[in-house]
Structures are given as C-alpha cells and as structure tokens.
C-alpha cells in the first residue's frame, strides 16, 4: 500500500502505519490493563500495589485539580498573608480582618492553604505559614511571578484554541511582552517596556546568586550582560567582584530603566550602557565574559545563531560565554522545562525551552568550542552552560 496523507488543520500528516516495537507493544499492554475498572479496584485493594495505585490517583486528581491550587496561592500572595503572618501567629480574626474577608471565607480559605502546606495551625487555634508559605516571605520577586500568572491562566480559558491558534499576537502574555511582536523593538517608549522589565528584573536575585556561586568570576576583566534588562544580575556581579569592567546590552527604553535602577542601588558609573537591538546592532567589544541570562528561550533557532554568530564575534580571544535560562528535559523538572515554559512561551508567541544538548549544538554551530553544562542549584528555575571562545 502506497503512502497516504491527511490533512488535519492545514498539516500534511503520513498515514501509513508505521510497526510496533516491542515496547509500543509493552505499553499497549500496560496502558490496557491500567485502564481496566476491575485492575483499578483490585490494585487499590491489594496490599503491595495499593500504595502505588493511591499515589497515582493523588497525582491525576492534582492534575485535576490544580488550577484550585494555584488560586489558593494567588488569594495568600495578593493579600500579603505570608508576610502578616510571619511577624507573629494570628488568629483567624485577625486574619479576616487583615484580608478584609469575613470569618467564615477566612476559615475556608486558611483550611485550604492548610492542607496545601502555605499555612500551618499552632498553639491556640492561631496559624503561621507552613513549609510550603515560608519561603515567600518579603519574596517580591516570586510573588510577582506568581501575579503575573494570571496571564496565562486567560490565555489558557480554552486550551484547544490555545494550540489550534497559530499566531496568537492578541495573548494576554504576548501582549505583556511587545518586543515580540514589532520588527523594530528599539524604537519603544519606556513606558512600552516598564512593566516586563521590572518584573525581569525583581525575578533575577536568586537566579544570579546561583549562577555566580556556580561559576566564580576571578580573573576576568570584562563582563557584557547581552540582554540584560536593567542590570540587576550585574549588579549582583558588581557586589562581588569589584574590579571587573561591566557592560549592560539592551534596548534603549530599557536602558532608561537601568539607569535609573543602577543609580538607586548606588552602582551609578558602575556599568558602561550601551542601547541597542542585538538581532540588528553590533555588540560591544573587549568582553571577556557575555552573558545571556534567560535571552535565548524567548528567540527561534536561526536568531539564536545569528546571535551567537554576533556573540563569538564580541568574545575576546580565551573568553567564555555563559548561558543561563530554564532548559528543556532536565531530570526532576521536566514539567517546567517542557510543560510550564513549552506552554508560557506559546502564548507569548516565540521561543522554546531547549534542551542542553540542542544548544549546544547551537554553540558548536556558532564555532564555540569546550561547552560544559554545570549543575545549578536550583534547576527549576535555570541551566548554566558555558562555552569557550
């Protein structure tokens, strides 16, 4: 039988059958006994596969329910509790009070951040956080990520739309993000960029503590940030290493930004600024380190050649280029790499998570050479890659 194609929304898909290894055959197998109600009943019954079965059911009602959970933290982060209640233990009217919400809903909502881990009960029918809470007292940064998710929540109300729609340049995200949607981003306003570049900025602390744990910088001269908003990771640069020459790369509404943010932090003259579009301008040369913290996953594959093309022609000679952004497939947060991330850059129209191994292909494209990948702390929220020049 020759080959045969359907079209399924404008895309030519192969037909022809293709054969079953014997693990496709393997999982049939399993997939059709897992789905049994009978199975199902007696492995929730059966002493050594009852834990697994309950386990499992647990995770798919997460699934379900997840949206739940996620509006649980919303309500907690947008009436400041972690915070309240990390001064001293409250009791549920003065939490009602704080939050404006009456007794009962105060109830009802503290159950639920309960048995979620955000809050905990103590002595005298009081509540601190929980385990889960702790770690978003005085957290700004993570709060705002946590705001700006209702985004993407509108942009996901129909999820079948969502990925049937191709270009989504009305997106509630896309449109939080405007320098992807215009050919000539550098003739924004600031006002245009204010806002996504504060909330970059606010998210970037712990992300730059890790990276400089991780890869110390003695030794360099010089360091250009490529992409590097309004210089909050240089500023954790510059705090650290007080001899080393710093450079900041970006748009030019958003170096208005940097200046401002940069004076405040008292690093005024601190950091050499230069406006610019990276995918159109020459970067700044005598670098002999370039970063591009979280630039590369907002971009398709041709302009991050063309930028690393651009970058490997900035580098000194002996230099290092580090890349750090949430990669695709990483062991233990593969749900932020590939579902988080593969879906939140869909709705702000360009980009993807990569894989390590593919941008390191990328680098060796670009002529780089001696790439490592380095373990992060924290590699939910970033990789670290370097590559010598």
């Known amino acids: 039988m020759g080959s045969r194609e359907t079209a399924i929304a404008g895309v030519s898909v192969d037909a022809e059958p293709v054969p079953l290894t014997w693990r496709d055959r393997l999982l049939a197998w399993r997939d059709a006994i897992q789905s049994s109600p009978r199975f199902q009943r007696w492995a929730a019954s059966f002493p050594l596969t009852r834990p697994i079965a309950l386990a499992r059911s647990r995770r798919l009602f997460d699934l379900t329910a997840g949206f739940v959970y996620t509006q649980t933290l919303t309500a907690c982060v947008r009436v400041g509790l972690f915070d309240f209640l990390a001064e001293r233990p409250r009791t549920r009217a003065e939490i009602a009070a704080h939050i404006g919400v009456p007794l009962e809903e105060t109830e009802r909502l503290l159950r639920a951040a309960a048995a979620l881990e955000l809050v905990q009960g103590r002595s005298g029918g009081r509540f601190g956080c929980g385990p889960m809470g702790a770690p978003l007292i005085k957290n700004d940064g993570l709060a705002r990520m946590i705001e700006h998710n209702a985004l993407l929540y509108r942009d996901l109300v129909d999820p079948i739309e969502f990925f049937r729609t191709f270009e989504r340049r009305d997106s509630a995200v896309s449109e939080h993000f405007p320098y992807t949607k215009v050919r000539d981003p550098q003739n924004f306003g600031r006002g245009v960029v204010a806002e996504y570049s504060d909330l970059m900025a606010e998210t970037v602390r712990p992300l730059a503590e890790d990276i400089l744990d991780r890869f110390p910088l003695q030794g360099r ?24 020459q710093l450079k900041l790369f970006d748009l030019p509404a958003v170096i208005e930004g940097a200046q401002v943010r940069l004076a405040r ?83 702000m129209g360009r980009g993807r998570a990569r894989r390590a191994d593919e941008l390191r292909a990328l680098l060796g494209k670009a002529g780089f050479t001696r790439t490592r990948v380095h373990k992060t702390r924290y590699p939910v929220y970033a990789g670290l890659i370097s590559a010598q020049h």
């Open 221 to 244: 001269r010089t360091l250009l940030d490529v992409g590097g908003g309004e210089g909050a990771f240089l500023a954790e640069v510059a705090w650290r290493y007080q001899s080393l």
């Open 265 to 347: 932090l008292g690093l005024v003259g601190r950091v050499e600024l230069s406006g610019g579009n990276f995918h159109q301008d020459p970067l700044p040369a005598g670098a002999d380190v370039i970063t591009l913290v979280r630039v590369l996953l907002d971009h398709d594959d041709e302009s991050v050649l063309q930028l690393l093309h651009k970058v490997k022609r900035a580098l000194e000679p002996g230099g290092v280029l580090l890349i750090v952004e949430p990669f695709s497939g990483v062991r233990g947060a593969e749900a932020v790499g590939d579902a988080y991330f593969g879906l939140y850059l869909r709705a």
